[in-house]
């Protein structure tokens, strides 16, 4: 694991957090939609208004239930228990509007406010609750994969600190071996080289020794011959 594994896994937790938080806030907007729709269906007197206002709730309806199934894809599981719940209030919702989008104009007139106000209001004020949590607990999730991530970065860190200290020293050692190693072979090459200008010297000095026997030799030679040569003649 690198410095960039974590900087792309930590990127990835805010992206997915990020379409979690936007496909909530969606399911908010529908539900806070729906729920003006379904009042001002109550309370529309002309049908082929609250036609058109059915039809909108029921896009609303299909709206909400794809946003709840792209979320399912996506969940983390510590929030099933309660993403479960949202389900289960999102189609009781749904269920207890069912019977007010048959009514005819006169139920709507006579028994929309009340409705309003025992049924739509307070399970309406339950999905956004609901969704509330699910988002609080998104937040947490990110919050605890954040400092997972950073334990990890932190581990990481310790572990390169320790490899470079490993390494600092393992070249140390090498570099003290190597200078060491140096100084023998210069010590080495230094007793050679005086052995070789010994050598020389004695070299040069048997040379002289020659050059002075042989013309030692000369001169007696020359004196010997100098010498017959005057007794004969």
């Avoid at 104009?105 to 409705?115: I, K, L, Y």
């Avoid at 140390?172 to 080495?188: D, F, K, Y």
Wanted: proline share 2%.
């Amino acid at each position: 694991l690198s410095f960039r594994d974590v900087g792309d896994t930590s990127t990835a937790l805010r992206q997915q957090s990020r379409r979690r938080d936007a496909l909530l806030d969606q399911l908010r907007i529908d539900i806070y939609h729906t729920g003006t729709v379904v009042r001002d269906y109550l309370l529309e007197p002309d049908d082929a208004l609250a036609r058109g206002q059915k039809e909108d709730l029921e896009r609303g309806r299909a709206s909400m239930a794809r946003t709840l199934a792209v979320y399912e894809q996506h969940l983390p599981a510590a929030e099933r228990n309660t993403f479960r719940e949202l389900r289960q209030h999102v189609d009781s919702y749904w269920n207890s509007l069912a019977p007010a989008l048959n009514w005819t104009a006169a139920t709507r007139r006579a028994q929309g406010h009340t409705f309003l106000r025992e049924v739509v209001a307070p399970r309406r004020n339950e999905l956004v609750q609901l969704a509330r949590q699910v988002t609080a607990m998104n937040e947490r999730d990110l919050d605890a994969g954040e400092e997972r991530l950073q334990l990890v970065q932190s581990a990481f860190r310790r572990r390169v600190s320790f490899i470079s200290v490993l390494a600092l020293l393992v070249g140390l050692i090498v570099a003290a071996i190597s200078i060491r190693r140096i100084q023998r072979l210069e010590r080495e090459a230094e007793k050679r080289f005086a052995e070789v200008e010994e050598a020389r010297g004695e070299l040069r000095k048997l040379s002289e020794r020659l050059v002075n026997a042989q013309e030692d030799e000369r001169r007696s030679l020359s004196r010997e011959l100098h010498d017959e040569v005057g007794q004969s003649m």
